[in-house]
């Protein structure tokens, strides 16, 4: 039975856990979740989710949310080496950037993008530009600290990559399509390490599936 991920690609979470299950080849299905007609409140989503949102995620009898939980549980299941849990020494360091990202990358692009793309490409609303350029300085003090890193080592946890570089592909393609694209110019390291995780072939697929749904 294949794995079940509910929600659209072009969501960033959604599209976290599916470039996890291309890196393993793993069997799934994606279940469009339809926000407009608040499929996402609906009882059985609810089931999945109890929070509303995407993705949730089922395997068998097993229903999960959070993707980077779902993309841990892709990976160990496929053992894959993307989380080092072979190694007592890189497993932290997969853990700690992977927690980086979450909080120092994620939460600010979160808000760019609200601002930049979905307020004014679907609400028919106005950008905040103060918000914006408050969530960008955040974004560029994260961006320091990944340069002075990547000019030591080639991924964030290490010479190797991991599911800490790779969680942080959709939001970084998003980054590309707003005004602050041009940021990364100022950060070669950084530059070079994003342009690496998309020229993966898992990568490119999932950016055609997230275009097709945007």
């Not at 601002?115 to 969530?135: A, F, H, R, S």
């Amino acid at each position: 039975m294949a794995m079940k991920v509910y929600g659209l690609p072009m969501s960033t979470n959604v599209a976290r856990v599916l470039v996890c299950l291309e890196e393993v080849g793993e069997n799934y299905e994606v279940v469009p979740i339809n926000f407009s007609t608040g499929e996402h409140k609906s009882i059985e989503h609810i089931a999945r989710n109890p929070f509303g949102q995407v993705p949730a995620f089922q395997d068998g009898d097993l229903v999960l949310f959070e993707s980077r939980t779902i993309s841990k549980y892709v990976l160990r299941k496929n053992n894959s080496e993307l989380l080092k849990e072979d190694n007592l020494s890189d497993l932290p360091k997969v853990d700690m950037w992977l927690e980086v990202e979450s909080h120092k990358f994620d939460r600010p692009m979160t808000v760019i993008i609200y601002q930049c793309l979905i307020i004014p490409n679907y609400l028919d609303g106005e950008t905040d530009v103060k918000v914006v350029e408050e969530n960008v300085d955040m974004l560029k003090k994260t961006f320091e600290v990944y340069e002075d890193r990547l000019s030591k080592f080639k991924y964030l946890a290490g010479d190797f990559i991991s599911l800490a570089d790779l969680s942080h592909f959709p939001t970084a393609y998003y980054l590309m399509a707003t005004p602050h694209a041009s940021l990364l110019d100022e950060y070669p390291h950084v530059k070079a390490w994003i342009t690496d995780i998309f020229a993966r072939p898992t990568a490119k697929k999932v950016v055609e599936m997230m275009k097709a749904t945007a």
